[in-house]
């Protein structure tokens, strides 16, 4: 599951310094919180993958595993405030601020390519 995202690019970020070094590169990070439950494995994961087709997308590509790397993704969940923790979920950050968040209830229940379609749309209007 996690081979998922990173044989696409994605770098694994497994402690709490990874994350607060990733997040603060300048650019735009995106941040996947990945996680066993079906819905990472049948729309957030796929949707984020088809995401990175369009004419725009991050600069960065990293990816935390809840239920795993605990320590990196309490971490990277402060990054998310005023978010409340979720998972799966994704993030994206601008020059070290989140400027675009999409919690588990905006991926359960969605397809893949409706995924993908909103993180274009944020990647058009933040990378």
Do not use: W
């Not at 990945?34 to 590509?61: E, I």
């Not at 994206?92 to 893949?112: C, M, P, Q, T, W």
């Amino acid at each position: 599951m996690a081979a998922d995202l990173v044989n696409v690019g994605f770098a694994e970020l497994k402690t709490p310094d990874q994350v607060d070094k990733a997040f603060a590169q300048s650019g735009t990070v995106l941040c996947v919180v990945n996680s066993v439950c079906g819905c990472a494995a049948g729309a957030a994961r796929p949707g984020v993958k088809m995401s990175l087709t369009g004419a725009k997308r991050p600069t960065h590509l990293t990816t935390v595993f809840a239920g795993v790397d605990t320590d990196a993704v309490i971490q990277a969940r402060k990054h998310f405030l005023p978010y409340p923790p979720s998972s799966p979920s994704i993030a994206l950050f601008k020059d070290g601020k989140l400027v675009h968040f999409v919690e588990r209830h905006h991926i359960e229940g969605r397809s893949a390519e409706m995924i993908a379609d909103h993180l274009k749309m944020a990647f058009e209007e933040f990378c």
